[in-house]
């Protein structure tokens, strides 16, 4: 069974810009979730999607959004990139059954804003 | 809210010997679960060991375990016969029973020494 893939792998941007990454789950899976890291504040959550609808919510700007799409597949968005946006971003799937606590990661996203 | 905290940020360990990572963390559930991730350079979030609350009995994984104090809320890991493998950030974190939202402590670097 493949694994949580995560595109693109880099990312440079610049400030103001915008940014789309994408998250492809573990086949089966129903639930995404998006964490950043950062040195400084270390693994935060970011939001998690189950079934197209968004179940929890970190304590972020609106700049920071997402969606899910019918096949599970996520993307979160970052609108009006600041360089304190430069982080690794970890997407995170989990099975069926809400409450799973199984939750399986991706590689990540490297972005970062100049 | 749910805080975990660790308070090593670096530990050191002989190659075939034994460690011992900690973590308190904060909550007010009674149902919930705790983790220990391991990222090694790769960034890749490898799950190593799951502990439900609900459980009196400490988890184990081949050569990890945990000691789980519930009323002292403290969740400590366990290496036995430490490999240069297992050197990498090791990161605790706390799910509570709905949803899929983790809180992560800030981590311990665990360095294994040949």
């Known amino acids: 069974k493949a694994g949580v893939t995560q595109t693109p792998r880099y990312l440079i941007k610049t400030r103001g810009q915008q940014v789309t990454l994408s998250c492809s789950p573990i086949?089966?899976?129903?639930?995404v979730s998006w964490y950043q890291q950062t040195p400084g504040q270390g693994l935060q959550f970011l939001f998690e999607?189950?079934?197209?609808?968004?179940?929890n919510k970190g304590n972020f700007p609106g700049r920071f959004s997402g969606r899910q799409f019918s096949n599970s597949r996520s993307e979160m968005n970052v609108s009006t990139l600041e360089l304190g946006d430069s982080a690794l971003y970890l997407c995170?799937?989990?099975?069926?059954?809400?409450?799973?606590?199984?939750?399986?990661f991706g590689p990540g996203t490297r972005l970062t804003v100049t | 809210a749910q805080t975990v905290t660790q308070s090593q940020p670096e530990m050191s360990v002989q190659e075939a010997e034994t460690v011992t990572l900690s973590c308190t963390y904060d909550?007010?559930?009674?149902?919930?679960?705790l983790f220990w991730y391991k990222q090694p350079p790769s960034r890749q979030m490898i799950l190593v060991i799951r502990?439900?609350?609900?459980?009196?009995q400490n988890a184990t994984e081949n050569r990890f375990s945990v000691n789980f104090q519930k009323a002292a809320k403290s969740f400590s890991l366990k290496i036995s016969d430490s490999q240069l493998g297992d050197a990498a950030m090791y990161f605790c974190?706390?799910?509570?029973?709905?949803?899929?939202?983790?809180?992560f402590g800030g981590g311990t670097r665990l360095m294994v020494k040949p």
């Open positions: 995170a799937s989990s099975a069926t059954n809400p409450g799973s606590y199984e939750q399986y």
């Open positions: 086949s089966g899976h129903r639930s």
């Open positions: 999607y189950f079934s197209e609808t968004q179940r």
């Open positions: 909550t007010s559930e009674s149902d919930y679960y």
């Open positions: 502990q439900e609350a609900y459980k009196q």
């Open positions: 974190a706390y799910r509570y029973n709905a949803g899929n939202m983790l809180t």
